[in-house]
């Protein structure tokens, strides 16, 4: 179950910029890949340790280091010592409960985002934080685990698609961010299907286990309304312009996205109303039933008053009763007390309550 709430590693009173590990380590070793473009060529490799690309990043025009695997540090402190990147961007890089933000610096800007995963069989979301940092001719790249969202931005740089190949960074940072939330709407359309499952069920014989299920989907709705929720400030800094390194074409890309996210964001929100809406489905579904069970009780009980009256009324222990006295006092007493329960039955369903 994701947590509403992440734990903080880092020890308070720390040193600000200390480039220290605040998560859990999820990989076993660290792995470094590189992808080298221009509009004419390409170079793709897998790097042994990250002073491999320093090469590469000295030549214009595109270089992108992706780094998956967070508990190295020594990684963290050589891209610092190299590019002069600020070590307060390094640190939040390193802390993976940030907020989705963007922060500019002198010759380069920080931008942190939430990847998500959806778990069909436990309907549950994965978080993950990934982290850009971008100056004029690099793009460091920082996720958690292995896998991610990017193989269709690996796949037009490697076949030349697009205008992307003859970009520079500031492209190559919105195409990224592009295929997270591109990401995101696979995201939604799944728990959106899983959700209308739900829901059904709720109209038709919610049990014990609905419940349990609509308030799990309530959680992880909360996560992503987490990650989608802040992405909507963070693009429109990007493409308001108050980042010198991005363009202003590229900046036109950006507002699309933007609109892209308000898009998420909506359909979150959707989605979340649909949960509730599905909670009260099943607590009046419950208390539907409940009044039925209710109902077929309080009938039967009614009938057995008057029924019960006249059994006590003759089980009484007296010497003097005349009735007791004739044969057929007893049959009597049953087709009376047959016929009072007739015809309470038939009052019953003419009021419509049976």
């Known amino acids: 179950m994701n947590r509403l709430v992440d734990r903080v590693n880092k020890a308070s009173g720390s040193t600000p910029g200390a480039l220290v590990h605040a998560g859990q380590r999820k990989v076993e070793q660290i792995r470094i890949r590189l992808i080298d473009y221009d509009a004419d060529r390409i ?38 010592d190299r590019f002069n990147v600020h070590r307060l961007a390094l640190e939040d890089v390193l802390s993976p409960n940030q907020r989705p933000k963007v922060e500019n610096y ?11 995963s959806f778990e069909a069989q436990t309907a549950s979301i994965v978080a993950e934080q990934v ?41 190559l940072a919105y195409a990224l961010i592009d295929a997270v939330v591109d990401n995101y ?12 499952d739900l829901e059904a069920a709720a109209l038709g014989e919610p ?18 309304r987490r990650a989608v929720w802040p992405l909507r400030e963070v693009l429109g800094q990007m493409y308001r312009g108050e980042i010198d390194l991005i363009s202003e074409e590229t900046q036109l890309f950006l507002r699309d996205v933007h609109d892209h996210a ?32 209710m109902k077929v009780l309080t009938i039967i009980a009614t009938i057995f008053i008057p029924l019960s009256f006249f059994a006590g009324l003759y089980g009484m222990n007296f010497k003097y009763m005349p009735e007791l006295g004739l044969r057929w006092a007893y049959p009597a007493l049953l087709g009376f007390m047959g016929t009072v329960l007739v015809g309470m039955l038939w009052a019953f369903r003419r009021k419509g309550w049976l």
């Not at 002198?106 to 998500?116: P, R, S």
């Not at 971008?134 to 037009?156: H, M, N």
């Not at 709407?185 to 209308?196: K, Q």
């Open 131 to 171: 982290s850009f940092i971008v100056g004029p001719r690099y793009l460091f790249s920082f996720q958690e685990v292995y896998g991610d969202s990017f193989e269709p931005v690996r796949e037009r740089l490697r076949h030349g698609k697009g205008r992307i190949r003859s970009r520079g960074t500031d492209y």
């Open 207 to 224: 049990d014990i286990s609905t419940l349990h299920r609509i308030h799990h989907l309530r959680r992880e709705m909360l996560v992503v």
């Open 106 to 116: 002198d010759d380069h800007y920080l931008v942190i985002l939430k990847m998500l």
């Open 185 to 196: 709407f696979r995201i939604l359309e799944s728990m959106g299907d899983t959700i209308e």
């Open 262 to 293: 308000v898009q998420v964001i909506d359909t979150t929100e959707t989605l979340r109303e649909v949960l509730t809406g599905a909670m009260d489905l099943y607590l009046s579904g419950v208390s539907n039933r409940m009044n039925e069970v």
């Open 43 to 80: 170079e793709e490799r897998t790097l042994e340790g990250v002073d491999e690309c320093f090469p590469f990043v000295d030549r214009p025009p595109v270089t992108w280091v992706n780094i998956d695997g967070l508990h190295d540090t020594s990684v963290a402190e050589a891209v610092a």
